[in-house]
């Protein structure tokens, strides 16, 4: 068993929140998931991706910036019922079949049950902390994408390292989402 | 630890919640004497029974409706909160 | 004597891996697969610990980690249960409660005192306050299981979260065959056992947890299952309790003799670990499980010397006539009195009505008790059964399934069927999406017993009832006597019930002493509950790994660097002040604020609460949540903002800044950002306002750059227009700071020309070293929240929370300036109209006296005739004046200008002070509209 963790900080990411917030970003060409607390593919890979917090919040993260620094620059322009939101997390890679035993020791929620083709986006609590959660990959080769506030930022890098420490095979510090 | 069915987020442990108490309808500013102002303000009613209770999802900061039998300490519905201004409207 | 047989089939034990250890300083030798307790009776040593209270050596009593009598000290770890504990090479094992060793015990003199020792005891004893330190240390000293080590190191023991559809508790007949079956249906099954080893495995599907066992089962099928090294906490979709049944002792004169011990530790130490319990073996039983025991021994060659029942006709004629047959001697309807010893304190025979039998071991089987502790922690309900003689469960909660002994099925076969159906109809319970809301209890076939046979009473006592406490039936009646006549004060009263073992193998026998003294049924008398956890769990394991959130700005490295002294602010950690060398604490707070007031000083300022709202009821929003009025305020400008609750009661305060028509930006109070923020979330979805409120509290950070130079030092580094005609005090404006896209805001709560400069928190740290590198030509110093403190006092601004409490309202805190009550509505309006009319009871005002008084402090009380008048809030001396400034909250009579007001401090002394108008400095608040010319 063994896992490895990543800070990633080669992604630019973007927030969007609103009534309007769906439809503009779809008038904008960027595919949005569904479903409230789900996730999509907005690039290549999974590593592009929106996810959709609640019914009319989205979270962007993309290796390529200028896309989204283009949303940027739209949205100066007030558009009614979409409003930028500030996304500054810390963001973290967990992977390996340890994985989801890290996360058992840290948090309440079953997400060795989630079922990667149901791409389900997880609002929870960990270690006091609020984090979104998005698993990854398929069952074999489990992904778990990480964000919260950056203020506590050092506290879950500290505590996630302590807590995988037994099967850390490559801590990577900073790395990307791939 | 019970649990809690989130509209929004599903069920999980009551610890990622917040609770603020009763739902209960604000007499008119306007309107009311002193005493039903300062009732609303003061007095909470202790009586077991059927309470509807708002409830806060503390990750994502989504508010909504908790039925809750607290004679029997369980949960029997819990909503979003447009479900709430809908009764209200009927 | 006990010992150990040649090998036999299917013994849990590796007769290749010798271990050896010690015990109270002797080597010996066990095997591989031993515990503790096998190990050392298969070496013969027969006496494992002393009891409770009297000292008396004591045995093997259940083998089952039920009894307190094989309890140990393993090197520095204390109460290692020894019937449970594997054995491990090199141990170095001691016996707990003696005083100079296990044999030769100096406390035993206790035994011969004990009819000076009744029940109540301590009650009776040490109602004198006088005599009761003596007592107590005595008692202290006597008492007690083991030694703790101070120097132990500190382990951090894991806890985990775990999940399963169905979790099975008990992994014998019943609880295997339930596992098996519902894990054939394809639900993720848990099975937890206290044994080292089960029949299931994980070939079947189930998530097999031996060693382990559940310590108590809590609301939504929530359990805290306690392995060797960690706890886990599962969540589990259906329960199912095969948790068996507990064999009870038979009471009669020293029926705590080593060598006495239950049926079922004979079996278990034969079956597991191939030892024989003696030599001619003495079978003394109530129930069928007595014989079925005899048959067991008698299998692997031992001789029965005697088997007595005490029912007057036999509750298993088959079993009887196979065992006559087979040359054993049965007695029906005698009862055991007296138990004899030998030289060694151990059993020599036991004397009966009719005749003495010799013999070097006695099984007693005093029928069962349930198991049914868990069960009723998680909202079941028992039911005794006249024909089993139990307590059988009689409700069950929603997904709470039993099956086995604790139904009072102790037949295989039976207990195997039941436990399948149990398995398969908590997957199905598991399994719906919408569970059905009950679950029904399984027809059970119980085995005969007879009732509970009469105990005569040995007026020599020791015969006893409760093993750990060392309680005799004289005790339980006397107490019944004295008038604790119910079960409930029963177990208070004699403790019946409190050791460790939580009356495993003692309740059942005192309710049915006090059941039989007052002519009542089981049902009638009841039994205590039995509270998690299940079995004494070690401090560590409960403790388990602990989360303490932190947060930290991200100028926290460069505050370090500063030296800074840190103090707590909720979950922050924030500069108190910067240390600086050959300074004092006072020195370094009152040099930050002098560079504030003559030069420039940089605080970081990111703790506060940073929340946006948009849309086009952003502005009426504010308007209801907040005190004064924003959708009237300009584009560019800020405005003061108070939080009330619906009493009228401050509870927060910030800055609310119109960025754009249909968007503000207002800070919240370090402390009171995510109740706030929460609580405007909830405001919002009440009122349904077409608005959106975004948290960016630590996604922005913010710093306050203050003092006469602080617009010289922006200018350097900024494109904005810094010009008062371009943008005013309170005004508020977008633009690039260092590289950063920034919020400035001009504020002015430390009473100079200041900025506060809000970027995102991956730029902080490069704009803060900017300002820093800027601010060398005009000797910037970083302040901290002290310095920040005597700054804002200085301007007589209050702090939320310090100067005002749980029942102030704006009035009382002379901020009804920051109030319009002509709004249409908001929060906390309706009170204070009521509030206005009624006038203050309270004022917070000014003071100041001439010189330093370094013993007045917060919450020193202001007294007027003799009565409290009031409390100091906040005081300090400042330097920047030269005299003592605070405030106060006192009684409105007291609150005119030029009142001398008398503060009590702590040695007694007075002090006197003078109310005084606020601000303190720069009255008319010249400085921060405008600046001055440095």
């Known amino acids: ?178 | 630890m019970k649990q809690l069915r989130c509209p929004l987020n599903g069920v999980r442990p009551v610890s990622e919640f917040a609770y603020a108490g009763e739902v209960r309808d604000m007499p008119d500013p306007d309107a009311c004497t002193d005493p039903q102002w300062a009732d609303y303000v003061f007095n909470r009613s202790g009586v077991p029974g059927v309470k509807r209770e708002w409830w806060c999802h503390i990750a994502s900061g989504y508010w909504f409706i908790a039925e809750r039998d607290t004679a029997r300490d369980a949960v029997i519905d819990t909503y979003p909160v447009e479900k709430l201004r809908e009764v209200h409207r009927a | 004597m006990m010992y150990r047989l040649p090998q036999r089939e299917g013994e849990w034990i590796d007769r290749t891996r010798s271990l050896a250890f010690t015990f109270e300083g002797v080597r010996y030798e066990g095997f591989a697969g031993d515990t503790i307790t096998s190990a050392l009776s298969a070496a013969g040593v027969m006496i494992l610990g002393r009891s409770f209270k009297y000292h008396r050596p004591r045995g093997i009593l259940s083998f089952a980690n039920h009894d307190v009598n094989a309890i140990f000290q393993v090197g520095p770890v204390p109460n290692v249960r020894g019937d449970v504990t594997p054995l491990a090479d090199g141990m170095e094992v001691l016996a707990v409660n003696t005083v100079g060793g296990l044999q030769s015990d100096r406390a035993q003199w206790i035994d011969r005192l004990g009819r000076f020792l009744p029940v109540g005891f301590y009650y009776k004893a040490f109602n004198s306050k006088r005599f009761f330190p003596r007592w107590e240390r005595l008692i202290r000293n006597l008492s007690g299981l083991g030694q703790i080590s101070v120097d132990a190191p500190r382990l951090q023991t894991p806890k985990r979260y775990a999940f399963c559809d169905v979790l099975v508790i008990g992994g014998g007949v019943a609880g295997e065959a339930a596992a098996r079956a519902a894990a054939a249906t394809g639900a993720k099954v848990m099975l937890v056992d206290e044994s080292t080893r089960v029949s299931a495995h994980s070939a079947d599907g189930v998530d097999v947890l031996t060693s382990s066992y559940v310590a108590g089962v809590y609301a939504d099928r929530w359990a805290a299952v306690i392995e060797p090294h960690r706890m886990t906490k599962v969540r589990a979709g259906a329960i199912v309790f095969a948790t068996g049944a507990i064999e009870q002792p038979i009471a009669f004169h020293n029926n705590d003799l080593p060598g006495i011990v239950m049926a079922g530790a004979a079996q278990r130490l034969l079956q597991r670990h191939s030892i024989a319990v003696g030599r001619k073996v003495l079978v003394v039983t109530t129930h069928r499980a007595g014989y079925e025991a005899a048959v067991a021994l008698l299998d692997a060659g031992l001789s029965i010397a005697h088997i007595v029942e005490l029912n007057s006709t036999s509750v298993a004629p088959d079993l009887s006539s196979l065992l006559i047959q087979r040359g054993v001697k049965v007695v029906v309807g005698d009862a055991p009195i007296e138990a004899e010893r030998n030289a060694e304190g151990c059993v020599a025979a036991v004397h009966f009505a009719g005749e003495r039998i010799d013999c070097d071991a006695v099984l007693m089987s005093g029928g069962w008790a349930a198991a049914a502790q868990l069960l009723l922690q998680a909202g079941g309900k028992t039911a005794f059964d006249d024909a089993a003689q139990m307590h059988l469960p009689s409700e069950l909660p929603a997904g709470c399934f039993v099956s086995g002994a604790i139904n009072g099925l102790f037949n295989a076969e039976a207990a195997c069927m039941e436990g399948r159906t149990a398995g398969r109809a908590a997957a199905e319970f598991a399994s719906a999406t919408v569970p059905p809301s009950g679950s029904s209890i399984i027809a059970r076939s119980s085995s005969p017993v007879a009732p509970s046979p009469h105990r005569r009473q040995d007026p020599r006592g020791k015969d006893f009832i409760d093993f750990d406490e060392d309680l005799q039936v004289k005790d339980i009646e006397n107490a019944i006597h004295e008038g604790f006549d119910s079960i409930e004060l029963l177990k208070r009263y004699t403790t019946v019930g409190m050791g460790p073992s939580q009356g495993k193998h003692s309740n059942l026998n005192a309710a049915r002493i006090l059941a039989g003294k007052r002519g009542l049924s089981m049902d009638q008398v009841g039994l205590t509950t039995a509270r998690p956890m299940y079995h004494p769990v070690p401090m560590k394991h409960l403790a388990g790994r602990g989360f303490t959130p932190e947060r930290a700005t991200p100028i926290a490295p460069r505050h370090s660097d500063a030296g800074a002294v840190w103090m707590l602010a909720g979950n922050w950690r924030r500069p108190e002040y910067y240390m600086r060398e050959g300074e004092s604490r006072e020195q370094c707070i009152a040099g930050e604020v002098a560079v504030v007031r003559n030069s420039v000083g940089l605080i970081d300022v990111g703790t506060l609460g940073k929340i946006e709202v948009h849309g086009p009821d952003a502005g009426a929003f504010l308007d209801r949540a907040y005190a004064g009025r924003y959708s009237d305020l300009k584009v560019g400008m800020t405005r003061y903002g108070l939080l009330l609750d619906e009493a009228g009661t401050i509870v927060d305060d910030g800055v609310v800044a119109r960025l754009h028509e249909e968007s503000f930006y207002f800070t919240t109070t370090t402390g009171g950002s995510a109740g706030v923020y929460r609580d405007l979330l909830r405001l919002n979805a009440l009122w349904g306002l077409n608005c959106s409120l975004v948290n960016v509290t630590g996604h922005r950070a913010a710093f306050n750059l203050a003092g006469p130079r602080s617009r010289d030092l922006l200018s350097a580094m900024t494109s904005v227009n810094l010009n008062d005609g371009a943008f005013p005090y309170l005004g508020v404006r977008e633009g690039i700071v260092g590289a950063a896209n920034a919020r400035l805001l001009r504020v002015g709560f430390v009473g100079e020309l200041g900025y506060e400069i809000h970027v995102p928190h991956s730029h902080a740290q490069r704009v803060w070293d900017g300002l820093v590198e800027q601010g060398r030509k005009f000797d910037l110093r970083l302040f901290g929240v002290e310095a920040q403190r005597v700054l804002r006092l200085e301007k007589g601004h209050f702090i939320i929370g310090q100067d005002t409490d749980g029942l102030t309202n704006p009035f009382e805190a002379q901020a009804g300036w920051a109030v319009r009550m002509q709004k249409p509505f908001f929060i906390g309006q309706r009170s204070l109209r009521l509030l206005e009319r009624r006038g203050p009871r309270q004022l917070l005002v000014g003071f100041e006296i001439e010189n330093a008084v370094p013993a007045l402090k917060e919450c020193h009380l202001a007294i007027d005739n003799g009565e409290i008048a009031g409390r100091v809030t906040s005081v300090t001396y400042s330097n920047t004046l030269g005299k003592t400034i605070g405030l106060a909250m006192i009684k409105p009579s007291l609150a005119v200008l030029g009142t001398k007001l008398t503060f009590r401090v702590t040695d007694g002394s007075t002090v006197t002070a003078t109310v005084c108008p606020t601000p303190f400095f720069d009255h008319d608040n010249q400085r921060q509209k405008f600046g001055v010319a440095a």
């Open chain 1, 1 to 178: 068993m063994s896992a490895t963790l990543q800070q990633v900080v080669n992604l630019a990411r973007i927030g969007f929140k609103g009534p309007n917030a769906a439809a503009w970003l779809g008038e904008q060409g960027i595919p949005l998931p569904e479903r409230a607390n789900s996730w999509c593919v907005t690039g290549d890979d999974e590593q592009d991706i929106c996810v959709r917090l609640g019914a009319s919040e989205f979270l962007l993260e993309r290796g390529d910036g200028n896309a989204l620094r283009k949303l940027q620059a739209e949205i100066a322009a007030h558009i009614p019922g979409v409003y930028p939101v500030l996304r500054e997390d810390c963001a973290f890679v967990i992977a390996g079949d340890a994985a989801d035993d890290v996360l058992a020791q840290m948090c309440n929620v079953n997400f060795a049950a989630l079922r990667a083709e149901a791409r389900e986006a997880v609002m929870t609590l960990m270690i006091g902390v609020a984090v979104t959660v998005v698993p990854q990959g398929n069952a074999a080769q489990r992904r778990y994408r990480l964000w919260c506030d950056p203020t506590f930022g050092d506290y879950v890098w500290s505590s996630l390292n302590e807590v995988a420490g037994p099967y850390l095979i490559d801590t990577k510090s900073p790395g990307g989402a791939r």
